[in-house]
């Protein structure tokens, strides 16, 4: 196998991961975000309960992503990790705070005790999904890299207004995302309730994704170089725009279980068509083109990728043979219980 199939290979299953662990953990992230949408102290209970015994395990795909990186293509953990370092701390406190809130909320029945907790599983959703946004909000428009790979921005220069206004996006697919799987995991009266909000995320979902669309198209007009190369490749945002459509048909027909898998579909190919925009880059230089990195200039060595792959082809099916044994045992719905959260 030669070293560009290789670094091809080591691309793919790093984009693979990222889009597993934004369809599993982005439920997650999106129950969450609504958790404070809940009326009483029993429906914020199903909320985590609905979460419970998956939450944890979604985030595998992290390691996965963050080791791949490590391995593979080193020069760019180094260059993503380095200009980045204050965005991925918020990420990595929201990340603790979130499970910590999840594990210490019902381990006292005062009323402050719970809600302050529910405020900061909450609040905690809402950073990493908003600043895991705002990071790909300028991974789109390119960010500022010399020749030698090193970062030359600061804090302050990630929040440029498109790419808060990705961040923006990315709440609202978490949240629509989360509403439909707690759709599946609930039932009457609370999931009465929760289909009322529902068309209001799926709108504000759609309408973001539009002008997302639209503000890359003027904004990072370079994303558009590979489809406009191969036009074969516009089929994946065509089927972006199919699957809207599809998941307000199938909601309006009450299942919900459709719908989930159909939100799963939209989300990859959103990220699919990220990848096809930025391909082969991994860091557009916003300094310079010439100076981007590349899935060809910044790989390790042949040794290494030859062992991450062997890694690969031993530990994903296990995860997935994990995740698949979890997510069959706690099928159907929520059922509050002693030893529930």
């Known amino acids: 196998m030669s070293l560009e199939v290789l670094q091809i290979l080591a691309y793919l299953v790093i984009g693979t991961s990222v889009t597993a662990y934004i369809m599993l953990d982005g439920f997650d992230l999106g129950v969450g975000i609504l958790q404070l949408f809940a009326r009483k102290d029993e429906d914020r209970r199903?909320?985590?309960?609905?979460?419970?015994?998956?939450?944890?395990?979604?985030?595998?795909?992290?390691?996965?992503?963050?080791?791949g990186l490590f391995s593979a293509f080193s020069a760019v953990y180094a260059a993503i990790f380095s200009g980045f370092y204050d965005l991925f701390m918020i990420v990595l406190a929201g990340l603790i705070f979130r499970a910590v809130a999840i594990e210490f909320r019902s381990k006292m029945e005062s009323y402050f005790w719970r809600n302050m907790w529910d405020i900061l599983f909450s609040m905690?959703?809402?950073?990493?999904?908003?600043?895991?946004?705002?990071?790909?909000?300028?991974?789109?428009?390119?960010?500022?890299?010399?020749?030698?790979?090193?970062?030359?921005?600061?804090?302050?220069?990630?929040?440029?207004?498109?790419?808060v206004f990705v961040g923006v996006f990315a709440l609202?697919?978490?949240?629509?995302?989360?509403?439909?799987?707690?759709?599946?995991?609930?039932?009457?009266?609370?999931?009465?309730?929760?289909?009322?909000?529902?068309p209001y995320f799926y709108g504000l979902y759609f309408t973001l994704y539009i002008t997302v669309s639209i503000w890359t198209w003027f904004r990072a007009p370079?994303?558009?170089?590979?489809?406009?190369?191969?036009?074969?490749?516009?089929l994946v945002p065509i089927a972006t725009i199919l699957s809207f459509i599809g998941l307000g048909i199938i909601f309006c027909t009450a299942r919900y279980g459709w719908a989930f898998l159909t939100s799963c579909?939209?989300?990859?190919?959103?990220?699919?068509?990220?990848?096809i925009g930025t391909f082969p880059n991994m860091l557009y230089?916003?300094?310079?083109?010439?100076?981007?990195?590349?899935l060809y200039n910044s790989s390790s060595t042949y040794k290494t990728l030859t062992v991450f792959m062997i890694i690969v082809v031993i530990g994903v099916p296990i995860v997935l043979a994990y995740t698949a044994v979890i997510y069959h045992l706690f099928r159907g719905k929520v059922k509050l219980h002693g030893s529930s959260y």
């Open 124 to 163: 905690a959703s809402i950073a990493i999904t908003f600043f895991v946004g705002l990071a790909i909000g300028n991974l789109i428009l390119g960010v500022p890299i010399n020749a030698k790979g090193v970062y030359q921005g600061n804090f302050g220069m990630l929040f440029t207004p498109f790419a």
């Open 172 to 198: 609202s697919i978490f949240a629509q995302h989360g509403l439909l799987y707690l759709l599946m995991k609930t039932e009457d009266p609370l999931q009465s309730y929760l289909r009322r909000l529902y």
């Open 285 to 294: 230089s916003s300094i310079d083109p010439k100076y981007s990195m590349t």
């Open 265 to 275: 579909f939209s989300i990859a190919t959103l990220f699919i068509t990220y990848g």
């Open 46 to 67: 199903i909320f985590l309960n609905a979460i419970g015994p998956v939450w944890d395990g979604n985030e595998v795909w992290l390691v996965v992503i963050a080791g």
């Open 222 to 234: 370079h994303m558009l170089y590979t489809m406009n190369a191969y036009k074969l490749f516009y």
